[in-house]
């Protein structure tokens, strides 16, 4: 096994709804797990339903329908995006695509635990910035981020603390930042 796997702690996803009712002995509303009261949306239903006849074929790989759809809906070019399967797919491919072992990432603390893994997998080392009474400052994590710092991860709200900061800040840390270094937001985008 790699060197830089070794020392990983596993994610730990915490018990099932089944085996917390079970340990409990009574109904439970778990809520850290994406769920929706609401059920999904019949639209994906749907598109589910019908993916179902498609089983037999290979799907298209490069997601270009889905693309074009996205390009339409925030108006770029369907270069500028990049689908994966979820968030957490991306930021492994984000490490994987960007870092070489021994280079600096700077994570904010707490906050998503699979920045930190994913840079720890390909050998990246990992700054932290601890968040003091859990608010996100964007002027505290900018005090840490120099030439070499090739990449810094920022979540907005933050997960899992819920705090966030504007879009004016954001700008501000972004000026910041040397040319270099990229940033790595996840966050939950309005397109208007
Ligand atoms: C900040 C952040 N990024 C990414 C993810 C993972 O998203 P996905 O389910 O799309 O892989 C989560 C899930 O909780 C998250 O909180």
Redo the contacts with the bound molecule.
Sequence with gaps: MRSSIQGLIPYDPGMTIEQLEQKVGKKIIKLSA?ESLWGPSPIVEEALQEGLTQLRLYPDGAAQALKKTLGKLWALPVESFCLGN????V?QMLAIAFLDPGEEVVVPSPT?S?YTSSVTIVGGKVTFVPQKELIFKLEEIAAYIHPGVKMVFL?NPN?PTGTFFSHTNLELFLQKVPPKTLVVL?EWAKNN
Excluded: L
Aim: hydrophobic letters at 25%; charged letters at 20%; glycine letters at 10%.
């Design positions: 994406n979820g968030a957490d797919e930021i998503f699979s979540c997960n996840t």
